[in-house]
């Protein structure tokens, strides 16, 4: 009897011990696992830096350029250039600081999002005030669109950053101008839906690829192959999908290759 004890608090002992071990095991893999995903995701991290700063450095190149080049004929040849033709180097010197200033403003606003450092000034604001200011500026900067605005009167007050959520509008409007052809509709579109507010842009260009649906709002993404001469950092999407957000809302596109996309984003009542 006392060997047959002594043999099962052996075997007792041997299984505790052998189960201590698959546990450290277990943690020694999981551990492993885990070193492999933060690899994984620095690996990642250091591709989209490096992306990130050959495409900067390609778009603010692209300006700089503009404005070395306008401003050097400015001095080298200025008596010999008509009064037009200062005008015209002068607009476009004045154009290239812009774009200077909104890639600028957009790499900012991509940092703060990124870092949780994005502060939001909310106050109670008119929405329809908002959304027709955008629309009526729209038509002024895109005057071979045809900016239609539908939106339902009555709309309630939002307590909102007025200047983010107006930053999205144009985000919006302008992607759908850029990706649709001239003399194209872009409608924008607001109502109420229960304890939200739907607003949404709806254009009739070329449209996105189902398989790049999920992929719009990444950072940096844009449809390179199919529109190579457009410029920008393909962050415009993605600030906007950070704004809403921070707003408590939602934002998704809709799409059929072909026959235009509908952008959409709510906010909370």
């Known amino acids: ?127 329809s005030k908002l959304i027709r200011e955008a629309v009526a500026e729209a038509k002024l900067t895109a005057p071979r669109h045809q900016i239609v605005l539908n939106m339902r009167k009555g709309l309630p007050r939002v307590n909102i950053d007025a200047k983010r959520i107006r930053q999205v509008l144009d985000n919006l409007i302008d992607n759908a101008c850029k990706y649709s052809k001239e003399g194209s509709s872009v409608v924008v579109q607001a109502h109420r839906g229960g304890s939200e507010l739907h607003i949404s842009v709806a254009d009739q260009g070329i449209g996105i690829p189902a398989g790049d649906l999920e992929r719009v ?29 921070a707003h408590g809302g939602r934002i998704w596109m809709e799409s059929e290759e072909g026959k235009g996309s509908k952008c959409s984003f709510t906010l909370p009542l």
């Open 1 to 127: 009897m006392k060997d047959e004890a002594k043999t099962k608090k052996r075997i007792t002992n041997e299984l505790a011990e052998l189960c201590q071990r698959i546990a450290e095991l277990e943690k020694v893999e999981a551990e492993r696992q885990q070193l492999e995903r933060k690899v994984v995701e620095y690996e990642e991290l250091d591709r989209l830096k490096s992306d990130l700063l050959s495409t900067v450095s390609h778009e603010l190149r692209t300006p700089l350029a503009a404005i070395k080049g306008y401003t050097t004929m400015l001095l080298d040849y200025d008596r010999r250039l008509r009064c037009e033709e200062k005008q015209e180097h002068l607009q476009s010197i004045d154009r290239a600081t812009d774009r200077l200033t909104e890639l600028v403003d957009h790499l900012l606003d991509m940092s703060q999002l990124n870092a949780g450092l994005l502060k939001l000034e909310k106050q109670p604001i008119s929405i």
């Open 217 to 245: 709002f990444d950072w940096m993404y844009r449809i390179e192959k199919r529109l190579p001469q457009e410029e920008g950092l393909g962050l415009g999407l993605s600030i906007s999908k950070g704004l809403v957000q």
